[in-house]
Every structure is written in C-alpha cells, then in structure tokens.
C-alpha cells in the first residue's frame, strides 16, 4: 500500500466529506463528489501499487499510515479540547440567557 496515496486520499476524502456537510450549495456538491472520486481513486492507486512491494515495504508502509491516523486521531482529540476550554463559558452563556427568556429549556 502506497503511504503518499493513501494520505493523499484520506486528505481529500476529509475535505469532500466536510465540505459536503456544511455548505448547503451546488457547487460545493460538485466539489464534494469530485473530492470524493479523487479520494477513492488513491485509494485505488494506492492498493494497485501496493502489490507490487516486497512484504517489508508494505510492513513500514503500514506503520507509516498507522502513524499519520494516530496524529490525525491525536490531533482531533487537542483541537476539541482546546476549543470546548475557549468557548464552554459563552456557550453556557448563551444556554441561560435562553431559559431565562423561556425560550429554551435545555437539560444537560
């Protein structure tokens, strides 16, 4: 398995499924499915050139990915933790000022 084109992949299938869920437009979905097809092409060259290495070239290429996973994973984990600290007090905030209006009752 080709560690550059399965990054590669997974990067645009990150961005083609985001850009998917939060723009609410036409050509955002064109992007998207292009993304998308782009991701899944990778992941084709990926898994077709990965026939062709040796059984210790697939081992340190999966390693490799493993890696990259484990960063994006770790990553994720930080940016919400950082931002649930920035804005848990606003948010909070803004869950009063609605019940205190009767507008909203929110239980948490």
Known sequence: MCPIC???GFIAALFGGSL??????????????????YAAYKFYEAKRKG???????KARNKKTIFRFVQGV????????????G???KEHQR???LLEKHGIEKHEH
């Open 6 to 8: 399965w990054i590669s």
């Open 20 to 37: 998917i869920a939060v723009v609410n437009h036409p050509i955002s979905w064109i992007l998207s499915i292009f993304l998308i097809s």
């Open 51 to 57: 026939k062709q290495m040796n059984q210790d070239t």
């Open 73 to 84: 994973f770790v990553g994720s984990i930080v940016t919400v933790i950082v931002f649930y």
């Open 86 to 88: 920035l804005t848990y």
């Open 94 to 96: 803004m869950h009063d």
